[in-house]
């Protein structure tokens, strides 16, 4: 599996954007970029995924490098709500993987009051 | 969106027995069900990926005459942790991908083993 590295932990203060970034040098033609993410305690979360193109949803942003070999999560406006581990991870979307995810360590986040 | 639910959400079972637990997904058909652990202060680890009416494929290291999975139907998959040991409690999330590539996650199995 292709793999990303993320830092481990990040702070941010509520209200400030927050960029969350991912390398993913061996990242492969069929590889889409997936950002999860984990409260305490819960199931992974969808946040958003990306090819090439940067992509915008209610949640957040995904800038994606012009070679593909990193990208960025964007959170606009961090909230208390947004404190998680923050997972990238590269899915093989040809199918023959059954589209399943691997997850490495993900990058904690905290956000300050 | 689509809703991925487990039951139980906490079990505590005595070492040697066995425990099974559910994953549905409530308002889609799910085609592949996946099931992972997570140890504490650690990353979800994948443990068998199953399809609907097949037998379940399981990551190397993970013993699939422990770690039963049934996928019966197109909305349940349960995985069964046979004769149980206190290294077996972790907590235990399964996800459920519909006919398309997404992928929904349940809420997660919290499992002591006493």
């Known amino acids: 599996d292709a793999k990303t590295t993320q830092p481990n932990s990040m702070e941010s203060n509520e209200e400030e954007p927050v960029h969350l970034p991912c390398n993913h040098s061996t990242i492969s033609g069929t590889d889409y970029i997936h950002w999860y993410r984990q409260l305490p305690s819960q199931g992974p979360e969808y946040v958003i995924h990306g090819l090439t193109s940067n992509v915008n949803n209610r949640m957040a942003s995904l800038a994606i490098a012009e070679d593909r070999k990193s990208s960025t999560l964007i959170l606009h406006r961090a909230t208390l709500r947004d404190a998680a581990v923050y997972y990238c991870i590269l899915r093989d979307d040809s199918g023959g993987s059954n589209y399943k995810l691997t997850f490495g360590k993900g990058t904690l986040l905290t956000v300050n009051p | 969106g689509a809703v991925v639910s487990q039951h139980p959400s906490r079990v505590i079972c005595k070492s040697g027995t066995s425990v099974k637990i559910e994953c549905r997904s409530l308002?889609?058909?799910?085609?592949?069900m996946f099931w992972y652990r997570q140890f504490p202060k650690q990353s979800l680890m994948l443990m068998a990926t199953s399809n609907e009416g097949s037998k379940a494929t399981y990551e190397q290291g993970v013993e699939k005459d422990k770690f039963l999975i049934n996928h019966a139907s197109l909305t349940l998959s349960t995985l069964t942790v046979t004769s149980a040991h206190p290294e077996d409690s972790s907590f235990y999330i399964c996800s459920a991908r519909d006919f398309g590539a997404e992928q929904y996650f349940g809420p997660g199995t919290r499992l002591t083993v006493t």
């Open positions: 308002d889609f058909q799910a085609t592949t």
